[in-house]
């Protein structure tokens, strides 16, 4: 009845009212879409774009494949070759491929590719590349008169998966897996160095984590509850590192917490210790922590501060009238209020405290490197597609972490001040 009244209905220029308010709805859609498209442009190109490349690096090198055309021909072939007895046809075209990086330059780049895999490889391509015009039939038994492991069977497995452009080898890489003349294997306890710094990353993070907490609670408490005038002095403090630069901040901790610092130097002034035996503090993970959880504090205390300013303070007091102790009114009625703050904060200091780069670096040394270190030392000196992969996986934990905080609190309940 009410859609035939609108069809007998018309606008002051006589158009269908239905078809009048249609219009309009559509002319509305539009604009609030043309508004926030450069918001959308600029998420698109600064972080879906550089994530999507990063992925896609991950799985990507044609390091080898662009260098060993008729090699990769012949697997591509013979795809169920034996490695531990490869025919002499694909030493054939090994020496082919060989002589022609050693006039293209490419050997460097072909080695480095299979070196990722089978270490010790660099070596032998550019040895191989050097002899490859003077070889003769039988290639097989020239090439192993140059090196021996030119006929190891993890080589071949290792020139094989190298001959696609895309792969999963970097993950496997990334996961402490090797490559030895069976196959794939997990490596040996001395090699097993990525997943021990992932391991590492996240229970750091997670200590961080609590200390921000145990000391971010009293500290939003008493944001909430005092006067103004005192809360905004307090709360100015609270924001006074995000107005000093990072550098700044690392560096004081530095001439802080360094064996000749101040103090170690109050220390040894108050007898606590001697002379000789000054605490190490520094390049450590004792200063990565003391560090990081002075620079992300103040993300822990804004979402705590946003849930604790709109709790009723007669919530309390009506707890108290009712006979309820302090301890039991604190653990029943005002703790359970701030479940959101301690998540949304725990959240957002967790996930900054995996990725930090700077702090690490700068007090950490050789024991307080966490994974993004890694990660920066593989993209800037060694093996971009290895970053990438190191960085996929734990973009990977990332988003499973914010699953997980879906599933328990909720992510429409997130407060970050």
Not at 6 to 11: G, P, R
Not at 89 to 114: F, H, P, S, W
Not at 287 to 295: Q, S
Not at 297 to 321: E, G, H, N, Q
């Amino acid at each position: 009845m009410a859609e035939a009244t609108q069809e007998l209905l018309t606008t002051a220029d006589g158009r269908p009212l239905k078809a009048a308010l249609a219009a309009a709805q559509s002319r509305a859609k539009r604009r609030a879409f043309f508004l926030v498209l450069p918001l959308l442009l600029f998420i698109i190109l600064t972080f879906l774009v550089p994530i999507g490349y990063m992925l896609k690096r991950s799985f990507e090198h044609d390091g080898f494949a662009s260098s060993a055309p008729a090699l990769v021909a012949w697997f591509g072939e013979n795809r169920g070759f034996d490695p531990a007895d490869p025919p002499e046809e694909a030493y054939a075209a090994l020496v082919e491929d060989l002589a022609r990086m050693q006039v293209e330059k490419t050997t460097g780049m072909a080695g480095t590719r299979i070196n990722y895999s089978v270490p010790g490889s660099i070596s032998m391509f550019k040895k191989g590349a050097r002899e490859a015009k003077n070889l003769t039939p039988p290639f097989r038994d020239s090439l192993i008169a140059i090196d021996p492991e030119w006929a190891s069977p993890a080589l071949w497995r290792g020139m094989a998966s190298a001959s696609h452009v895309y792969t999963t080898e970097f993950y496997l890489v990334a996961s402490d897996m090797k490559l030895n003349d069976h196959g794939w294997a997990r490596g040996e306890d001395k090699e097993r160095i990525y997943l021990y710094l992932f391991f590492k990353t996240f229970v750091i993070s997670g200590i961080i984590t609590v200390l921000c907490l145990l000391l971010a609670f009293p500290v939003s408490h008493l944001l909430a509850t005092l006067p103004m005038a005192k809360s905004s002095l307090l709360m100015i403090f609270v924001l006074l590192p995000f107005w000093t630069s990072l550098l700044v901040r690392t560096s004081a901790w530095i001439a802080l917490l360094q064996e000749q610092g101040v103090v170690n130097d109050l220390l040894v002034g108050l007898g606590l210790v001697s002379d000789e035996g000054r605490l190490t503090m520094m390049y450590n993970m004792t200063g990565t922590i003391v560090a990081m959880t002075h620079v992300l504090l103040p993300f822990m205390i804004l979402p705590l501060y946003s849930v604790m300013r709109v709790i009723p303070p007669s919530y309390a007091r009506a707890a108290r009238s009712l006979g309820a102790t302090s301890w039991t009114t604190f653990r029943r009625v005002y703790m359970p209020q701030t479940l959101p703050g301690i998540a949304a904060g725990s959240l957002l200091v967790f996930i900054l405290a995996v990725g930090y780069y700077i702090t690490p670096a700068l007090v950490g040394g050789a024991d307080g490197q966490l994974i993004s270190n890694l990660i920066s030392f593989h993209m800037n000196k060694s093996n971009w597609s290895l970053a990438a992969a190191i960085a996929g996986m734990l973009l990977a934990a990332i988003l499973a972490l914010y699953w997980l905080y879906d599933r328990l609190i909720g992510i429409d309940r997130l407060k970050l001040g």
